[in-house]
Nanobody, 129 residues
């Protein structure tokens, strides 16, 4: 059974940085697209970055390019999201998710939430001005 457990959220001031982590377990193979989503109050859940578990470059939403860096530690099976220059608009619950798909770029461009079958519980990021 695939399980995703996020950690690393917190409260920071604008301009600060955070590193979110997602512990991965229960995967039988690496034919999954892994992603980070975020949802702020009153807004839909949006994808911010995706990465194919089996290898390849990460993909980013335009709103986070240059500030968010997605990477995977295949030894420790952990997905990381490094966030710099945090802004109040980044305040949201951040979720790690997995989809049994290889087309990570398309999933990001379409914000295809239903494709992601597996979800973590979320971690709160709060940015004050």
């Amino acid at each position: 059974q695939v399980q995703l457990v996020e950690s690393g959220g917190g409260s920071v001031q604008a301009g600060g940085s955070l590193k979110l982590s997602c512990a991965l377990s229960g995967f039988d193979d690496t034919n999954y697209c892994l992603g980070w989503f975020r949802q702020s109050p009153g807004n839909e859940r949006e994808v911010v970055a995706t990465l194919f578990f089996g290898g390849g470059r990460p993909h980013y939403a335009d709103s986070v390019k240059g500030r968010f860096t997605l990477s995977i530690d295949v030894v420790n099976l952990t997905l990381h999201l490094d966030i710099t220059s945090l802004q109040p608009d980044d305040t949201a619950v951040y979720y790690c998710a997995a989809a049994r798909r290889w087309d990570c770029s398309a999933l990001l461009n379409l914000n295809d939430r239903p494709a992601f079958r597996y979800w973590g519980q979320g971690t709160q990021v709060s940015v004050s001005s």
